[in-house]
């Protein structure tokens, strides 16, 4: 949607899954065959290119403030929210001229 609509010139989805294993760390990886008593969380990487906020975010970031610019990262909260999926951390980031929204669901 925001792709379609001209807020970044292009983006993509990375979705990994993530197995906390008791006392043992935090394991990631694509494959979804999981065994034994490991807690399944995805985390789901959204990348935009040159995003319409790429100026004010980074101005943002560079302030340590909290970006309340971050559409695409509210938006993703709030279908995996309706979607029946708890968002257990979320965050984003810019690296030169990609805006990286993170969340990490159960």
């Not at 935090?26 to 979804?32: A, F, L, N």
């Not at 101005?59 to 993703?76: H, M």
């Amino acid at each position: 949607l925001f792709l379609l609509n001209g807020f970044a010139l292009d983006g993509h989805v990375v979705v990994e899954e993530v197995v906390k294993k008791r006392g043992k760390g935090t394991t990631t990886t694509t494959s979804s065959s999981f065994v034994g008593k490991e807690k399944k969380k995805t985390k789901y990487v959204l990348e935009l290119n040159t995003p319409a906020t790429l100026w004010s975010g980074k101005a943002l970031q560079g302030q340590k403030a909290d970006p309340l610019n971050c559409f695409l990262l509210k938006a993703a909260t709030e279908l995996m929210k309706r979607a029946g999926f708890h968002v257990v951390a979320s965050s984003i980031t810019y690296d030169g001229l990609i805006e990286r929204n993170t969340l990490v669901v159960v």
